[in-house]
């Protein structure tokens, strides 16, 4: 299994003034994100997938992976709520440099335990890549339970779960009962710090895009015990981090990341571009927390 411990980064596709994927942003995003990521997550729900056709994630991952060049991991978000397609539509890629498969619990359809339980097997067993199973109740409509996860935890092709229930508890009961190699990330910023704490080995994180270096030294220190002196990092985003996900995510952190010159508000609709209210309040933050401007 690939060793994705510390700082992940859910990396946002630049859109240009057509909506079209910006390459040229997208390098320049993915030589910022080295600097202090962890490894890389292309493809995920911050990346805009949903609205991306095949060929498009195909050419924003072909971006990413050539200007990462080996020097970060790399994770691709392949999720979906038809499951034989999804596993039909491995067949579409090239797995060079992929090192591992971030794949969302099915959304819409609602399924119950018995049919994540299945979903996941029959993806697992057929991905030419460990699998990273990721719980957003907040997305999909259904939460996958600490047991669901933990049955699915003994899959030989199953590495870890990036966690976004935002339930301690639930946490608490997979970091209790998980196998020694089984991954807990973190699937929320701000809750990192305490998941870490009961056993988390990292995030997998939406700020991390405009600041990779200084939260991956925050999730260092976290998992160095050193919670003092991480609460000096993570405290300067508390009044931000809830204003990426105001108008819908990636909207805030693209919003974020033109205040700070790394590419474009721009994203794909149905989702539509920061407000003026809700750039003006990031553009305070920002200038609170003594950020240069483009």
Not at 97 to 118: C, E, F, M, R, T
Request: net charge negative; with cysteine; hydrophobic share 40%.
């Amino acid at each position: 299994m690939i060793n994705l411990k510390g700082t992940g980064v859910a990396l946002v596709t630049p859109m240009n003034a057509n909506g079209d994927p910006d390459h040229g942003a997208l390098e320049k995003l993915v030589d910022h994100v080295c600097q202090g990521a962890d490894y890389l997550v292309a493809l995920g729900t911050t990346g805009e997938s949903a609205t991306l056709s095949q060929a498009e994630k195909k050419e924003v991952f072909n971006t990413i992976r050539s200007v990462a060049a080996g020097r970060k991991p790399l994770v691709l978000g392949m999720g979906g709520n038809n499951t034989g397609q999804l596993i039909r539509g491995m067949e579409d890629w090239d797995w060079t440099g992929i090192d591992a498969v971030l794949s969302v619990s099915p959304y819409y359809n609602k399924p119950g335990q018995a049919g994540i339980l299945a979903h996941y097997s029959l993806f697992a067993d057929a991905c030419p890549k460990p699998v990273i199973l990721y719980n957003v109740p907040g997305r999909t409509g259904s939460n996958m339970s600490a047991g669901t996860t933990l049955q699915l935890a003994r899959h030989p092709n199953i590495a870890g779960i990036k966690e976004a229930s935002g339930n301690v508890e639930q946490c608490m009961a997979i970091a209790a009962g998980k196998p020694g190699d089984f991954l807990l990330i973190s699937g929320d910023d701000m809750l990192t710090p305490a998941l870490i704490s009961i056993g988390a080995e990292g995030v997998i994180s939406v700020l991390a895009n405009a600041w990779p270096a200084e939260f991956a030294e925050m999730v260092r220190l976290c998992m160095a015990s050193d919670y003092k002196e991480a609460a000096q990092i993570w405290k300067n985003w508390i009044d931000l981090n809830p204003l990426l996900y105001e108008e819908g995510n990636p909207v805030g952190i693209k919003a974020v990341l033109s205040g700070l010159g790394i590419c474009g508000a721009g994203v794909r609709m149905p989702l539509a571009e920061a407000s003026p209210e809700l750039k003006r309040k990031i553009e305070q933050c920002l200038h609170r927390m003594g950020e240069p401007r483009s």
